[in-house]
């Protein structure tokens, strides 16, 4: 499936270069209003595999690495983007482990979570933060890093 | 006075500290890193020094697992400082000596760190007050056993030597830890403590009602049985002898410190522990304690004894003469008077004093002769003549020949033996009978060992070298600790032995003392009987080694059952393996799935559920709709001519289910739902690529039915599972509390407040109440990822393997 443009036609390249930032917007916007409203860190990051995994059957992973992540080839090319991605799941998991164990430094016990009250913000005002949307930004990483790999390496083959 | 807590702890972990810089220190010391460990030891045997001048005694305890009530505690009484000073003072000799002996070895850094990690673990040993520290030090003290028996990693009869003490001190341990549980089990039985304890002294105190539990659920001897197997294991008493002359593989300086004067008496000190907890004063002469130790040790004395005359290899000797002694110790210990008990803790003294030094001896003949062999060996004296005194010396103490402080031990052996016969009559009299035919043999190999120094040199001796300073010193000094022992016994009774002697009786014990025969009694006859048989049979030692070896054969020799259980095991798991792993993953998922079905099914058999009743449906119509169209997916899977069309068919069933949980209102569980289900679709798809597209022809009709119904099987169990779980329903304390931490609070504190702060109660239960689940979930995510990438970067490489 490495050929890509020869194997995809107009209709489908066009549909996707609109398809595809809504729906990583969407992802994120998932991601954001996940402590409220349906949706949350995994789900947003499932979305967001999705976005790369049709990006990646439509364009190519070549595509991907030049275009999007500015990786140049050099042979090895692929197993540079995999890398990227692995590196995405490592910060994902670092920040989620890092955001349960903060909680240490202020004598609660471990992976306590709970509501910071932000005051006198700008255009803001007061906001009121869940301290979970950190541990949420971990999983949205882990995830989309951790399932991009399987992607892109099952799809290498 | 109670012992000091900070000391206590010192003497425990400064060995395993002092292990962990050993690496750094070797970097910068070399091979002088002998006397950086020797130093360590000596401060250690200084720490141990000054709680023993400090009269210490009783339980320091430090919180370990307070919610099992473990605890990390350490018991400071005669018998924990003997084994103590054993392990300390032994250990700064050793140390001192394998500075001469390793010269040049390889492996060094490793092998220093091992000597202070073990004893660091065998002084754990010796001052635990708790079951299970005392259980995590014993089986550190079989794991560094294991390193150091393999020291020379890359030969062969140092990995099956190494290999065998592991796995038969190992498993004796486990039997010794569920021997520990049933004591704990027993503890929480009476009203006499409150709750369970681990607590040795505390299990000792009330010894009286511990047995009285155990004696009543017919447990008594179960517990004897499953802890005497640990001591058996460790203290290599027979059948379980076998581990120990193979262990002298290792170099000479772990012979002479673990499997001669520390670790091997780790056993002995098991039974000497827990003997005042099974033994009360009133004990009956024969009764289930006696029958259990008093037979396996004098067995152990006599099968090792002459075991020992058979050895052709002075190490060999020396090892199976140690399971002898170890034997004697353990039969003292097994006799229900106090001759016993006397005789097991002085020899525990005199035993380390003469073995190690003769273990030492040994290595400077190995190392300055080039040979091992006993056939090989004579007239050592005028190369060795130190070496010669402290042989003779150590020698006849271990021969039990008078004066020298192995007769006196031997003789309160002699004595108690006699006792137990004279009470008992009839069949009890076995008991001296075999301790005397078993101090013959002693007898035998302790001149013949002593022999080697005297005599012509036979051929093809070569040059014998003078040993350097290093090794000829620790021998030495335990030499004259064996004349000082055999000049003032009751000195050191006094000062130490008294008070061993006191931890092994129940209730208050006074000190005892020994004197130098000078009547007739049955005792001294039995010794005299010992000597002069012994110096009779003495001319015809070749013929009785001949005869012993010759009887070895087969199935009599315990190695023989050893080495045929391990190779029928690995002969099976050989034979077995290529059935269960056919590398083809047709065969895993169907077995994986069978014990799904069977532990599921199995398990609710177990526990007696019953199916909920059944009152009629409530669904609404498109519900049904949107079912009846996954059904029809469902089944078209199974028509599905080619592996696309097939999963193409397999989502439009997952996207049904998702449409489900958007009409029972579930919208969280929908969008996971759809997203999962396209990334899946995806994947599938780029999968299917690589395989050919369509499915091979039709498979047997047999295997067609048995997946089939292997297909039913599982389904029929998710079904009956989601039946009876979502029949439960959760306390509705814990609805009440969800709802009501989930939100923002009305009212709150300045900067921080408790609560989940979001209005999607799925997803606060997510990253919030439940964030440790959804933490190990991530983790496999990416974990899955690495697997996979590991398998498929892998795969091509392991082809060409």
Do not use: C
Not at chain 2, 139 to 167: C, D, N, P, V, W
Not at chain 2, 171 to 181: A, I, N, Q, Y
Not at chain 2, 225 to 247: C, D, E, I, R
């Amino acid at each position: 499936m490495n050929g890509s443009s020869g194997r995809t036609t107009v209709i489908s390249r066009t549909v996707a270069r609109i398809v595809v930032p809504i729906i990583l917007v969407t992802a994120i916007a998932l991601l954001f209003r996940g402590h409220n409203l349906p949706g949350g860190g995994f789900i947003g990051a499932v979305l967001a595999a999705a976005a790369f995994a049709l990006v990646y059957i439509i364009f190519g992973l070549e595509f991907i690495q030049r275009e999007i992540l500015a990786i140049k080839p050099d042979g090895s090319e692929q197993h540079r983007l995999v890398e990227t991605y692995r590196w995405m799941a490592s910060l994902g998991l670092a920040i989620a482990v890092a955001s349960s164990l903060a909680p240490l430094a202020f004598g609660a016990p471990f992976l306590t979570q709970g509501v910071l009250f932000l005051e006198h913000l700008p255009l803001y005002g007061e906001l009121e933060v869940a301290s979970a949307f950190a541990f949420d930004l971990g999983v949205f990483f882990a995830v989309v890093g951790g399932l991009l790999t399987i992607v892109a390496e099952v799809g290498n083959e | 006075m109670q012992p000091t807590p900070e000391v206590v702890l010192a003497v425990v972990f400064l060995p395993f500290l002092a292990a962990a810089f050993t690496p750094v220190v070797y970097r910068i010391l070399g091979e002088r890193t002998a006397y950086f460990a020797a130093a360590v030891a000596l401060v250690t045997l200084g720490l141990v020094t000054d709680q023993y001048l400090a009269g210490a005694h009783g339980t320091v305890s430090f919180d370990w697992i307070p919610s099992l009530g473990v605890s990390l505690a350490f018991h400071v009484d005669g018998l924990a400082l003997l084994i103590a000073f054993l392990a300390s003072g032994v250990g700064v000799l050793i140390l001192t000596y394998s500075g001469g002996y390793m010269h040049g070895e390889p492996g060094q850094a490793k092998y220093y760190a091992t000597l202070l990690a073990f004893m660091g673990s065998m002084l754990g040993v010796a001052l635990a007050g708790d079951l299970v520290a005392l259980f995590v030090f014993w089986e550190l003290t079989s794991l560094s056993s294991f390193i150091l028996i393999g020291h020379y990693t890359g030969e062969e009869a140092s990995q099956y030597a190494a290999r065998k003490s592991m796995l038969i001190t190992v498993s004796g341990g486990l039997f010794m830890l569920v021997g520990f549980l049933l004591l704990v089990w027993a503890s929480g039985q009476t009203t006499a403590i409150e709750g369970t304890t681990y607590s040795i002294p505390l299990l000792v105190e009330h010894a009286d009602a511990i047995r009285e539990v155990l004696t009543a659920s017919g447990l008594l001897v179960p517990v004897l049985v499953l802890v005497g197997l640990g001591a058996a294991t460790k203290s290599a008493q027979v059948p379980f002898h076998v581990w120990l002359p193979n262990a002298m593989e290792a170099p000479t300086p772990v012979s002479a410190f673990l499997h001669s004067a520390t670790m091997v008496k780790a056993g002995v000190y098991l039974v000497g522990r827990f003997r005042p907890l099974f033994l009360p004063e009133d004990a009956a002469v024969l009764g289930e304690w006696t029958l259990v130790f008093a037979v396996l040790g004098l067995l152990t004395m006599t099968v090792a004894a002459m075991l020992a005359v058979s050895a052709t290899d002075i190490k060999e000797l020396l090892a199976y003469s140690t399971a002898s002694h170890l034997g004697l110790i353990i039969a003292a210990f097994g006799f229900a008077n106090s001759y016993g008990a006397e005789a097991g803790a002085f020899h525990i003294l005199n035993h380390a004093s003469f073995k190690a030094a003769l273990f030492m001896v040994a290595g400077i003949i190995a190392h300055e002769a080039g040979t091992r062999n006993i056939d090989r060996l004579g007239g050592l004296r005028k190369h060795l003549p130190v070496t010669a005194v402290i042989a003779v010396v150590a020698s006849l103490s271990m021969a039990g020949f008078p004066p020298f402080n192995g007769f006196y031990s031997k003789e309160l052996l002699f004595e108690s033996t006699y006792y137990a016969a004279e009470h008992m009559g009839g069949v009890a009299w076995v008991f001296p009978v075999v301790a005397v035919f078993g101090s013959v043999f002693t007898f035998l190999y302790s001149i013949k060992f002593a022999s080697l120094f005297f005599g012509d040199e036979p051929d093809g001796l070569g040059h014998v070298h003078r040993p350097p300073v290093a090794m000829l010193v620790p021998p030495a000094i335990l030499g004259a600790l064996v004349l000082a022992i055999s000049a003032q016994p009751n000195l050191f009774i006094e000062g130490l032995i008294g008070d061993v002697y006191g931890s092994v009786v129940p209730g208050e014990a006074h000190s005892f003392s020994v004197h130098f025969p000078t009547e007739l009694t049955p005792y001294v006859i039995m010794s005299i009987i010992t000597i002069v048989v012994g110096a009779a049979a003495f001319p015809f030692y070749d013929r009785i080694h001949d005869a012993i070896n010759a009887a070895l054969r087969g199935p009599v020799r315990a190695n023989w059952w050893y080495d045929n259980f391990v190779e029928g095991l690995t002969t099976a798991s050989v034979a077995v393996t290529p059935k269960i792993q056919t590398g083809l993953l047709r065969t895993y998922t169907t077995w994986g799935l069978f014990g799904f079905v069977a532990l599921a099914l199995g398990g609710y058999a177990a526990a007696g559920v019953s199916l909920p009743g059944f009152d009629g449906l409530s669904v609404s119509i498109p519900i049904v709709l949107v079912l009846l169209v996954a059904l029809v997916a469902a089944f078209a899977v199974d028509i599905a001519p080619s592996h696309v069309a097939g999963v193409l068919t397999l989502s439009i069933v997952g996207f049904m289910v998702a449409i489900f949980y958007i009409l029972a209102d579930a919208p969280d569980l929908a969008l996971t739902q759809l997203v999962v289900e396209t990334l899946v679709l995806v994947i599938f798809l780029l999968v299917l690529d690589r395989l050919p597209a369509f499915y091979g022809d039709a498979p047997d009709r047999l295997v067609s039915v048995r997946d089939g119904l292997l297909s039913l099987a599982v389904g029929g169990t998710v079904f009956l599972t989601v039946l009876l779980s979502t029949n439960a329903s959760p306390d509705p304390l814990l609805r009440e509390f969800i709802v009501a931490r989930a939100g923002v609070p009305a009212e709150h504190g300045p900067f921080f407040a408790d609560y989940g702060g979001g209005s999607n109660v799925v997803n606060v239960i997510l990253v919030d109440f439940r964030g440790i689940d959804t933490m190990g979930e991530i983790s496999v995510v990416v974990m899955a990822s690495i697997a996979i990438l590991t398998l498929i970067r892998m795969r091509t490489r392991g082809e060409t393997q």
